[in-house]
């Protein structure tokens, strides 16, 4: 009976390999069924379960693999794998503790528990981690990339491109590897590489893959010709603004043009764009209706191989709804104030805090005298401007009949109406950018900072408009804080 179990879980293994999950359930649930508490059998179906998804039936098989063998180093890291999934942060990192003890030489749980201080901020102490876990294993692709994410987080970029580089010596297409190193070509300006890696994005993680629409049309490949031609939206607001800065230069080519974007975008991009028709990219667009196709964020290929190709970009490229500023209730300045827009944080899911910064801690911002802040925070942001106006004496006005979250229009009426703009990296600052609007950019350190926030004497290629000021240290917002109160203070003599 022994020999068959066994025989049963390495074909379950074989079949996990080949991610053939179904086949391998029903073996482990044929041992499981002969010997309920088969150690391995139950682990092995935990990560199944966990690779589906469903981590909270993954915790339960787990925990009863732990408890049919207390020995089971492997089965503590997968535990941890597990509660890390799940938010459990203290109770993987405890998981992936007891795992080294049992199982000192296996490598994986030393890069689990590196990735567990990732998610911490702990960086220098992942770093340790994987730096352990390479000297036990040093052919583990994943392994490498982990330590360059934790090395770009720190802004060690040279560090972490050398070991995105070795993870993809050791595996050619190591999709995450060729995804990050991307996006640092394309930060250091080595477009022709980047933009070429950068399409490993279609291949990484769901939760991070854009969303690629189903086409058989064939993908535009840079040529003039007849017919028509689909540029489709594939992420966020911010990155549709972006690459929107690249339509103009397609009016050198003769095929018709249409371009999804999000529904709140269209008439402004209407307005911007009259020669493009604007499609709204959750109503899937009928393939007769187009001949090629290509990705917003593949125009780069074609369009911007180089830093002096950005000088081709027409500004300001979004335009205002007319009459733009006439009948706006701003509060009147006192004579000489400076309208000023206002925003501070970012709503993204993973990265958000980092580019976010707590209201108070732009004290040094607003006590400047001389300046009248506008709110173009979206969201309930009540309290926090209330807070400011009663601890700091700072004079923000929130326009209340403008809804900063869907009326684009309105966003963008308040931003034409200040005379500048200060903001975190949020969809804010592409707007201010694309309409050309003198505006100040509070930037974080590490990978929180995105590749197209690179910059040339601290003005941003992808906006000139836009004045870049960069945290040096992660969570410190001392130093940009106050060389761009030095800079306001300067530029308005206040």
């Given amino acids: 009976m022994s020999n068959q179990l066994n025989f049963l879980l390495n074909q379950a293994l074989l079949?996990?390999?080949?991610?053939?999950?179904?086949?391998?359930?029903?073996?482990?649930?044929?041992?499981?069924?002969?010997?309920?508490?088969?150690?391995?059998?139950?682990?092995?179906?935990?990560?199944?379960?966990?690779?589906?998804?469903?981590?909270?039936?993954?915790?339960?098989?787990?925990?009863?693999?732990?408890?049919?063998?207390?020995?089971?180093?492997?089965?503590?890291?997968?535990?941890?794998?597990?509660?890390?999934?799940?938010?459990?942060?203290?109770?993987?990192?405890?998981?992936?503790?007891?795992?080294?003890?049992?199982?000192?030489?296996?490598?994986?749980?030393?890069?689990?528990?590196?990735?567990?201080?990732?998610?911490?901020?702990?960086?220098?102490?992942?770093?340790?981690?994987?730096?352990?876990?390479?000297?036990?294993?040093?052919?583990?692709?994943?392994?490498?990339?982990?330590?360059?994410?934790?090395?770009?987080?720190?802004?060690?970029?040279?560090?972490?491109?050398?070991?995105?580089?070795?993870?993809?010596?050791?595996a050619p297409s190591h999709v995450n590897s060729l995804h990050n190193l991307a996006h640092l070509d394309l930060r250091e300006f080595n477009f022709s590489e980047g933009w070429d890696r950068h399409e490993a994005r279609w291949f990484i993680t769901e939760q991070d893959r854009p969303i690629a629409i189903n086409s058989s049309r064939p993908r535009w490949d840079g040529l003039p010709r007849d017919g028509r031609l689909f540029i489709w939206a594939e992420q966020g607001i911010g990155d549709q603004i972006l690459y929107a800065s690249m339509l103009k230069n397609l009016d050198q080519y003769p095929q018709t043009k249409i371009v999804s974007v999000d529904k709140k975008l269209i008439p402004i991009f209407q307005r911007s764009f009259p020669s493009i028709k604007i499609v709204d990219k959750d109503i899937d667009l009928p393939e007769e209706d187009y001949d090629e196709q290509i990705p917003m964020g593949s125009l780069?290929?074609?369009?911007?191989?180089?830093?002096?190709?950005?000088?081709?970009?027409?500004?300001?490229?979004?335009?205002?709804?007319?009459?733009?500023?006439?009948?706006?209730?701003?509060?009147?300045?006192?004579?000489?104030?400076?309208?000023?827009?206002?925003?501070?944080?970012?709503g993204r899911a993973k990265l958000g805090v980092n580019k976010s910064i707590p209201i108070l801690s732009l004290a040094p911002l607003l006590s400047l005298k001389g300046i009248n802040f506008v709110n173009l925070q979206y969201g309930n942001v009540g309290d926090e401007v209330d807070l400011a106006r009663n601890d700091l004496g700072a004079h923000i006005q929130i326009i209340e009949d403008i809804n900063l979250y869907d009326d684009i229009d309105g966003l963008i009426y308040i931003l034409d109406a200040c005379n500048i703009v200060l903001t975190t990296s949020n969809s804010t600052a592409h707007f201010a950018g694309a309409l050309g609007k003198e505006t100040l950019l509070l930037l974080p350190c590490g990978n929180s900072r995105f590749w197209y926030w690179h910059d040339i004497d601290g003005i941003s290629l992808w906006y000139p408009s836009i004045r870049v000021f960069k945290q040096e240290r992660y969570g410190d917002w001392s130093k940009p804080i106050g060389e761009l109160k030095t800079y306001l203070e300067s530029r308005f003599a206040i």
């Fill in 300 to 346: 780069g290929q074609i369009l911007r191989s180089s830093i002096e190709s950005f000088k081709s970009a027409k500004f300001p490229y979004l335009l205002p709804k007319l009459p733009q500023t006439d009948g706006l209730n701003l509060n009147k300045p006192s004579e000489g104030n400076i309208q000023c827009g206002l925003s501070w944080k970012s």
């Fill in 15 to 170: 079949y996990i390999q080949s991610s053939n999950f179904s086949s391998a359930k029903l073996l482990l649930k044929q041992i499981i069924k002969v010997r309920p508490n088969h150690s391995e059998a139950l682990r092995l179906s935990a990560v199944i379960s966990a690779q589906e998804g469903h981590n909270n039936l993954a915790l339960e098989m787990i925990e009863k693999a732990i408890l049919a063998d207390k020995r089971n180093g492997i089965a503590y890291s997968n535990r941890g794998n597990i509660q890390l999934s799940l938010g459990m942060l203290s109770e993987a990192i405890a998981s992936y503790e007891v795992a080294i003890k049992q199982s000192p030489s296996y490598a994986e749980v030393y890069s689990n528990l590196g990735n567990a201080y990732q998610e911490l901020g702990e960086n220098t102490k992942a770093i340790d981690l994987y730096k352990r876990a390479i000297s036990i294993d040093s052919n583990n692709p994943e392994v490498f990339c982990n330590l360059g994410n934790a090395y770009w987080k720190l802004d060690m970029l040279g560090d972490a491109r050398k070991s995105y580089g070795r993870s993809i010596e050791l």
